[in-house]
């Protein structure tokens, strides 16, 4: 690389370098160091397991125990086993011959579904098991459930047929119009390979068909010792860890004779252009052209294998860069485009992916089929190269920085995915140093044979999804066009950027110190009004987060332009700035991120927030200070709008969830702001409408500044003197200038709403609101009274319709009511078969009566509230805990008494409290819709 052999020159002397860089040998097969704080080891029986000792979370504790047996293994009439499996592993055990393990998980602050949990993969099926703060005993049960997934799962005729039920709910839960099409595609590309056609769900009609004995002996035959991985990381002595794995899983032993594994078979050469379209009124108008080539089995992981994956993702970054700079030129008819490469044991791919504007797609095709063309035949600049390398190490150097902020759960994730598939879990700072050898003179001609060998195999398959759709003859006709065109020149290296925002006036002076006694932060006060929120802290190494807080929200937004903030709340960021675009800003940060902020509207005030590194705080603020004082509106958001918002109402068509919260809103409140527009009307508005509201919001509101983590209040003085500090003084006169319409819910009682949706004929959704009302700070024990009683209602009722009757997924049951803005309310969500829909909400209700009547054990509400206690106390040990008890706190000091009061208010909350806020707010009959699909008679 050019920039490492400058930096030899300067460092040893021209001579020298020249010679080391000739006399030293490209490592080619160096072995990857595995992570030393890893301990790894083999059980006499096979079971493998890895070990890491880590306190973040303090006290916490995550489990792993995998199968490297997924869906691939599954012969055509046990399609979905492997996941049926996955589910009855939570149904029926040998320790838990009823189910219900949440029962004894949840009061140790444990919650089903977030803390416990599975996947099933094509691969691998891995469960999970967090556990906040566990003793002895309590670790010694979690890993006795997972020693009953190894050999202790139980299939009663009927404990199956209840959890048919729930398989073939989130079957038809998570089916969707798109992801149809991707499957579609999937099989299409695949034509035939075993990862393409086995998808892990399986098909309606081999779950309705498995029985007891077809999963006992697909359980019996892969749950064997030597296809397991455990994995543990936590807060507590390694020996100790391993002396709970050796006693928990040493006395497994398999069931009959080894299996053999499905053959490997690679996609046959020689395979022709072909094309093929779906067509669905919600499906976005996308393209993609593909060539399949031969998978990567599992093989060593070392430097040779990361070399090959590297050149591959440089490449692929080089093109997306051009791709990206092609759409922003709002040209071609092209809104975005990428390109991937991926491969799994038996087939690998290479896409271009292509999201025209309107009904351009053929020249988006041919646009996107133009830079692929050019790349192959000239390949990439030295500079795009050892930009794209640099991206990637800065990357890993923010691991190398993170490295002591690590959370538990998400290590344990990280070691046993890679140990399921043979790669090595290497150290923050052995991956950098594995990557240097990779990348190692790397060169431009290099990285075109890496493309050159990804973009090969099979000619170009091509697909496409929208509303109406191109033919397969005019899909075949287009690629074969742009094939036949002349090249474009060779690409040229943009001229560098320069950071146009490094000076916004004088530096700014600190005129107040103040410090903030519970919970311990510091309050500045600048000359020109700007107020810092300061606290450093060692909770996450090398991390900062920053926020703003400014304005007043929903009370300076007309409700006529309601529907612009909305959707300006989400795209004023890629507005850009005066004197830079969206993608120029990308370009210039791209290896810190200080552009990928959120921009957040409340009923109060406006917010800003991102993380960033220690290093990264000056860019930071210096982004940030640039949009609040100069922010762009580009007009090139409105070649894209039209086709994004156009989309976004074709699926609100085809969700029966959309659908049925769209119809409750507009029936109860027909003139809240909040309802959806018209399509038309919402199709007119433009960058300017943004403008119009946001740039006075963005220029003038006075701004509360946060910045919490491992910063010294020094160096954030410095940086924010020269950032927010330096900004001309704004005005602190109150900005509340209108008295916005927030939702309100009438006390009649409101007849059922049934409405239909134009997707899936399986699917159907059901929502039950009980109205709260409009939350304020004083009235904080009764909504917490109401959370809990939220959860002890969603708990009761996934036990009643999902484990008891088998007749959904995931219901879930949910409180929302901020602060001075819409009336707060209870909801209910289900989504169900169509012919189930209306039992469910009856049940629903049911549920809801007895609570109402007082049916709440102590048992129930300590089941409830322990994981919400639990969660709470793992956030208090991170910076974003105290950035959020700190921001805004200076203009609305509720926000820092909330924070404090949490958790001694939560654990404040009696039976009696329950059992009241049940009795009161579950009273009235709740507001029922009902989303069925279109054409459907009961």
Same mark, same amino acid.
């Given at each position: 690389?050019?920039?490492?052999?400058?930096?030899?020159?300067?460092?040893?002397?021209?001579?020298?370098?020249?010679?080391?860089?000739?006399?030293a040998p490209k490592v080619d097969h160096a072995s990857l160091t595995p992570d030393p704080s890893i301990t790894r080891g083999t059980l006499p029986n096979g079971v493998r397991y890895l070990i890491m000792r880590n306190a973040a979370p303090k006290g916490a504790v995550s489990l792993r125990f995998a199968i490297d047996v997924g869906s691939y293994e599954e012969a055509d009439p046990e399609r979905g086993l492997a996941h049926f499996i996955e589910h009855m592993a939570f149904r029926s055990t040998r320790g838990f011959p009823n189910g219900a393990t949440d029962k004894v998980f949840a009061p140790w602050g444990v919650a089903f579904g977030r803390d416990q949990n599975a996947a099933t993969t094509i691969f691998s099926t891995t469960y999970q098991l967090d556990m906040p703060a566990p003793d002895p005993a309590q670790l010694k049960t979690g890993f006795g459930w997972l020693r009953d997934v190894a050999d202790g799962v139980i299939f009663s005729d009927e404990a199956v047929n209840l959890e048919r039920g729930v398989v073939i709910a989130e079957m038809e839960s998570r089916s969707n119009p798109l992801l149809t099409a991707q499957e579609t595609a999937a099989k299409f590309q695949g034509a035939g390979q075993?990862?393409?056609?086995?998808?892990p769900i399986g098909t309606l009609e081999t779950v309705q068909a498995a029985r007891a004995a077809d999963l006992k002996r697909f359980y019996d035959t892969w749950y064997r010792p030597e296809h397991a991985v455990v994995t543990v990381v936590g807060d507590m002595p390694v020996e100790d860890m391993r002396a709970m794995i050796e006693s928990a899983f040493s006395s497994w032993t398999g069931r009959g004779p080894k299996p053999v594994r499905a053959k490997i078979v690679q996609p046959p050469p020689g395979r022709v252009q072909d094309a093929l379209s779906v067509a669905g009124e919600s499906l976005p &108008?996308?393209?993609?052209?593909?060539?399949?080539?031969?998978?990567?089995?599992?093989? /060593?992981?070392?430097?040779?294998?990361?070399?090959?994956?590297?050149?591959?993702?440089?490449? @692929?970054?080089?093109?997306?860069?051009?791709?990206?700079?092609?759409?922003?030129?709002?040209?071609?008819?092209?809104?975005?485009?990428?390109?991937?490469?991926?491969?799994?044991?038996?087939?690998?791919?290479?896409?271009?992916?292509?999201?025209?504007?309107?009904?351009?797609?053929?020249?988006?095709?041919?646009?996107?089929?133009?830079?692929?063309?050019?790349?192959?035949?000239?390949?990439?600049?030295?500079?795009?190269?050892?930009?794209?390398?640099?991206?990637?190490?800065?990357?890993?150097?923010?691991?190398?920085?993170?490295?002591?902020?690590?959370?538990?759960?998400?290590?344990?994730?990280?070691?046993?995915?890679?140990?399921?598939?043979?790669?090595?879990?290497?150290?923050?700072?052995?991956?950098?140093?594995?990557?240097?050898?990779?990348?190692?003179?790397?060169?431009?001609?290099?990285?075109?044979?890496?493309?050159?060998?990804?973009?090969?195999?099979?000619?170009?398959?091509?697909?496409?999804?929208?509303?109406?759709?191109?033919?397969? #003859?005019?899909?075949?006709?287009?690629?074969?066009?742009?094939?036949?065109?002349?090249?474009?020149?060779?690409?040229?290296?943009?001229?560098? +950027?320069?950071?146009?925002?490094?000076?916004?006036?004088?530096?700014?002076?600190?005129?107040?110190?103040?410090?903030?006694?519970?919970?311990?932060?510091?309050?500045?006060?600048?000359?020109?009004?700007?107020?810092?929120?300061? /606290?450093?802290?060692?909770?996450?190494?090398?991390?900062? #987060?920053?926020?703003?807080?400014?304005?007043?929200?929903?009370?300076?937004?007309?409700?006529? @332009?309601?529907?612009?903030?909305? +959707?300006?709340?989400?795209?004023?960021?890629?507005?850009?700035?005066?004197?830079?675009?969206?993608?120029?800003?990308?370009?210039?940060?791209? &290896?810190?991120?200080?552009?990928?902020? @959120?921009?957040?509207?409340?009923?109060?005030?406006?917010?800003?927030?991102?993380?960033?590194?220690?290093?990264?705080?000056?860019?930071?603020?210096?982004?940030?200070?640039?949009?609040?004082?100069?922010?762009?509106?580009?007009?090139?958001?409105?070649?894209?709008?039209?086709?994004?918002?156009?989309?976004?109402?074709?699926?609100?068509?085809?969700?029966? #969830?959309?659908?049925?919260?769209?119809?409750?809103?507009?029936?109860?409140?027909?003139?809240?702001?909040?309802?959806?527009?018209?399509?038309?009307?919402?199709?007119?508005?433009?960058?300017?409408?943004?403008?119009?509201?946001?740039?006075?919001?963005?220029? &003038?509101?006075?701004?509360?500044?946060?910045?919490?983590?491992?910063?010294?209040?020094?160096?954030?003085?410095?940086?924010?003197?020269?950032?927010?500090?330096?900004?001309?003084?704004?005005?602190?006169?109150?900005?509340?200038?209108?008295?916005?319409?927030?939702?309100?819910?009438?006390?009649?009682?409101?007849?059922?709403?049934?409405?239909?949706?134009?997707?899936?004929?399986?699917?159907?959704?059901?929502?039950?609101?009980?109205?709260?009302?409009?939350?304020?700070? #004083?009235?904080?024990?009764?909504?917490?009274?109401?959370?809990?009683?939220?959860?002890?209602?969603?708990?009761? +009722?996934?036990?009643?319709?999902?484990?008891?009757?088998? /007749?959904?997924?995931?219901?879930?049951?949910?409180?929302?009511?901020?602060?001075?803005?819409?009336?707060?309310?209870?909801?209910?969500?289900?989504?169900?078969?169509?012919?189930?829909?209306?039992?469910?909400?009856?049940?629903?209700?049911?549920?809801?009566?007895?609570?109402?009547?007082?049916?709440?054990?102590?048992?129930?509400?300590?089941?409830?509230?322990?994981?919400?206690?639990?969660?709470?106390?793992?956030?208090?040990?991170?910076?974003?805990?105290?950035?959020?008890?700190?921001?805004?706190?200076? @203009?609305?000091?509720?926000?820092?008494?909330?924070?404090?009061?949490?958790?001694?208010?939560?654990?404040?909350?009696?039976?009696?409290?329950?059992?009241?806020?049940?009795?009161?707010?579950?009273?009235?009959?709740?507001?029922?819709?009902?989303?069925?699909?279109?054409?459907?008679?009961?």
């Open positions: 690389m050019a920039g490492a052999l400058a930096f030899a020159v300067i460092a040893t002397g021209g001579a020298r370098a020249e010679e080391a860089v000739r006399a075993r990862s393409a056609e086995r998808s &108008t996308v393209l993609s052209a593909c060539r399949v080539r031969p998978g990567d089995p599992v093989a /060593k992981d070392d430097v040779a294998r990361l070399r090959v994956r590297t050149r591959s993702q440089v490449w @692929q970054a080089i093109l997306n860069q051009r791709l990206a700079q092609k759409a922003a030129a709002n040209e071609d008819h092209l809104l975005g485009a990428m390109a991937l490469s991926t491969e799994v044991r038996d087939m690998g791919i290479a896409c271009l992916i292509v999201m025209p504007t309107g009904d351009g797609w053929a020249e988006a095709l041919r646009a996107g089929e133009a830079e692929i063309n050019r790349f192959a035949k000239d390949g990439p600049t030295e500079l795009e190269v050892e930009k794209a390398v640099e991206i990637a190490r800065a990357r890993l150097r923010g691991g190398v920085v993170g490295v002591g902020s690590r959370k538990s759960s998400n290590l344990a994730d990280d070691i046993v995915a890679k140990a399921l598939v043979g790669d090595v879990a290497t150290s923050p700072a052995d991956a950098i140093y594995a990557y240097d050898l990779a990348v190692e003179d790397m060169t431009p001609d290099e990285v075109k044979a890496s493309f050159a060998a990804d973009w090969t195999g099979s000619e170009p398959l091509l697909f496409m999804t929208g509303a109406k759709p191109a033919s397969r #003859e005019a899909l075949l006709a287009a690629w074969t066009r742009g094939a036949g065109e002349t090249p474009q020149a060779r690409y040229a290296d943009r001229a560098a +950027l320069t950071w146009g925002y490094t000076s916004f006036g004088k530096p700014g002076k600190v005129i107040k110190r103040e410090p903030v006694a519970d919970p311990g932060f510091t309050r500045l006060r600048f000359a020109n009004g700007l107020v810092l929120d300061f /606290k450093q802290t060692k909770l996450e190494p090398n991390k900062v #987060e920053v926020r703003l807080n400014f304005g007043a929200g929903r009370r300076e937004v007309d409700d006529s @332009q309601y529907a612009a903030a909305e +959707l300006g709340s989400a795209v004023v960021i890629a507005g850009g700035l005066g004197k830079h675009s969206f993608e120029d800003i990308q370009t210039m940060f791209e &290896t810190r991120a200080a552009w990928a902020f @959120q921009l957040g509207m409340g009923p109060k005030g406006f917010s800003m927030r991102n993380t960033t590194f220690t290093s990264g705080v000056d860019d930071q603020l210096q982004v940030m200070a640039a949009y609040m004082s100069d922010p762009g509106f580009r007009p090139s958001l409105d070649a894209r709008l039209p086709t994004a918002i156009d989309m976004m109402y074709r699926t609100y068509l085809t969700q029966p #969830e959309a659908a049925v919260n769209m119809a409750v809103a507009r029936k109860i409140a027909p003139d809240w702001p909040g309802n959806a527009p018209s399509r038309e009307e919402m199709a007119r508005i433009r960058s300017a409408d943004f403008e119009r509201v946001f740039k006075p919001i963005l220029t &003038t509101a006075p701004v509360e500044l946060t910045i919490v983590g491992d910063i010294d209040e020094a160096t954030a003085i410095a940086a924010v003197s020269t950032t927010f500090g330096a900004l001309p003084a704004r005005s602190t006169a109150p900005r509340d200038r209108v008295q916005p319409q927030f939702m309100r819910y009438p006390d009649a009682p409101v007849p059922p709403i049934h409405v239909t949706h134009e997707g899936q004929r399986d699917k159907a959704a059901a929502q039950l609101l009980w109205p709260l009302y409009v939350s304020t700070p #004083e009235r904080r024990p009764e909504e917490y009274s109401l959370k809990l009683l939220a959860a002890v209602f969603d708990t009761a +009722l996934r036990r009643r319709i999902r484990e008891e009757l088998g /007749k959904t997924y995931a219901p879930q049951v949910f409180t929302l009511g901020p602060d001075f803005g819409d009336q707060g309310v209870l909801q209910v969500n289900i989504d169900a078969a169509p012919k189930d829909i209306d039992a469910l909400v009856e049940e629903a209700g049911k549920v809801a009566a007895q609570l109402r009547a007082g049916e709440i054990t102590p048992q129930m509400l300590e089941d409830a509230r322990q994981p919400i206690m639990a969660a709470a106390r793992a956030r208090r040990d991170t910076n974003a805990w105290w950035a959020g008890a700190m921001a805004g706190s200076n @203009q609305d000091p509720a926000i820092l008494e909330e924070a404090l009061s949490y958790e001694p208010l939560m654990s404040a909350v009696s039976l009696q409290d329950v059992r009241a806020a049940a009795a009161k707010w579950l009273a009235r009959d709740p507001i029922v819709g009902v989303a069925y699909p279109a054409g459907w008679t009961k």
